[in-house]
Nanobody, 123 residues
């Protein structure tokens, strides 16, 4: 599975941004998809995951109420809509995939990773 993330950039606090990730190489609806992030000097952490059926969960407390994961199985795409961005959201955001039925927040449960897209939130 190849994953290509895009949509990152430099924004100001309070702005919104939508990240996109396109998957190829395997039937998309076989995959659980997730977004992780890694801030400078910190470990990679789960943001949200979405199952094949569209059932999603936001694991990161700081993202609840602000970030929304979604997927379009017809387009092989997963999205992360981010609102009210804060400087502490600055990180490289990665999409990831696992060919299983259940979503999880564990980094080591995901077999496939995109290259990451940088989000910088600064005034």
């Amino acid at each position: 599975v190849q994953l290509q993330a895009s949509g990152g950039g430099s924004v100001q606090p309070g702005d919104s941004l939508r990240l996109s990730c396109v998957a190829s190489g395997r039937a998309f609806d076989d995959l659980v998809m997730a977004w992780f992030r890694q801030a400078p000097g910190k470990e990679r952490e789960i943001v949200s995951a979405i199952a094949r059926t569209g059932s999603s969960f936001t694991y990161l407390d700081a993202a609840k109420g602000r970030f929304t994961i979604s997927r379009d199985n017809d387009k092989n795409m997963v999205y992360l809509q981010m609102a009210n961005l804060k400087p502490e959201d600055t990180a490289v955001y990665f999409c990831a995939a696992r060919p299983e039925a259940l979503r999880t927040g564990r980094v080591d449960a995901y077999d496939f990773w995109g290259q990451g897209t940088l989000v910088t939130v600064s005034s």
